[in-house]
């Protein structure tokens, strides 16, 4: 009975160690992006957008079996210095178009004017695959406001290192 309680603590302690933190919670715990979360009500918002970002958690390397794990970070920049933005939704989807992770699940997030925020997918966190992409939904009180929506994706290995980003297209 005792050796059957040890490793049932054991499965448990290894399960918990395998499930992935909050992606908006600190090492702390604490839910880093709470300060920018807002109830503003959708209706008086007069523009909306939906944006496309291709997110690349992993690039083959040498050849169809061998990749190269990439840190990737979806950066949303509010360039107004005037006008803030509210994001609605910022949803991560793999190469197979399944959804991974909604990041605000419900919640609206308060860019206000030059603030911005990052969603960062770890070097490790390979579920996304090379067609990785986030789909971004926002508005505004008015169509001025320009965002940029950008994927900054980074590794290196031993001497070797790879950087590049990509772009938002907005498919509204």
């Given at each position: 009975?005792?050796?059957?309680?040890?490793?049932?603590?054991?499965?448990?302690?290894?399960?918990?160690?395998?499930?992935?933190?909050?992606?908006?919670?600190?090492?702390?715990?604490?839910?880093?992006?709470?300060?920018?979360?807002?109830?503003?009500?959708?209706?008086?918002?007069?523009?909306?957008?939906?944006?496309?970002?291709?997110?690349?958690?992993?690039?083959y390397h040498k050849?169809?079996?061998?990749?190269?794990?990439?840190?990737?970070?979806?950066?949303?920049?509010?360039?107004?210095?005037?006008?803030?933005?509210?994001?609605?939704?910022?949803?991560?989807?793999?190469?197979?178009?399944?959804?991974?992770?909604?990041?605000?699940?419900?919640?609206?997030?308060?860019?206000?004017?030059?603030?911005?925020?990052?969603?960062?997918?770890?070097?490790?966190?390979?579920?996304?695959?090379?067609?990785?992409?986030?789909?971004?939904?926002?508005?505004?009180?008015?169509?001025?406001?320009?965002?940029i929506?950008?994927?900054?994706?980074?590794?290196?290995?031993?001497?070797?290192?790879?950087?590049?980003?990509?772009?938002?297209?907005?498919?509204?």
């Open positions: 009975m005792k050796i059957n309680l040890i490793a049932l603590f054991g499965f448990l302690l290894i399960l918990s160690a395998c499930t992935r933190q909050d992606p908006n919670l600190n090492e702390k715990g604490e839910d880093i992006l709470e300060a920018k979360e807002t109830y503003f009500p959708d209706a008086k918002l007069s523009h909306h957008d939906t944006v496309y970002v291709p997110i690349y958690s992993d690039i050849s169809i079996y061998e990749k190269f794990l990439l840190t990737a970070t979806l950066s949303i920049r509010n360039t107004s210095l005037s006008d803030s933005i509210f994001i609605n939704d910022v949803v991560y989807y793999d190469t197979d178009g399944k959804k991974v992770r909604n990041y605000l699940s419900g919640k609206q997030l308060l860019l206000h004017p030059m603030q911005s925020i990052e969603y960062v997918i770890e070097e490790d966190d390979d579920v996304g695959g090379s067609g990785a992409n986030f789909i971004i939904n926002w508005g505004a009180t008015t169509s001025k406001v320009k965002p929506f950008q994927g900054v994706m980074i590794s290196t290995h031993g001497q070797q290192g790879i950087s590049f980003i990509t772009q938002g297209l907005s498919i509204k």
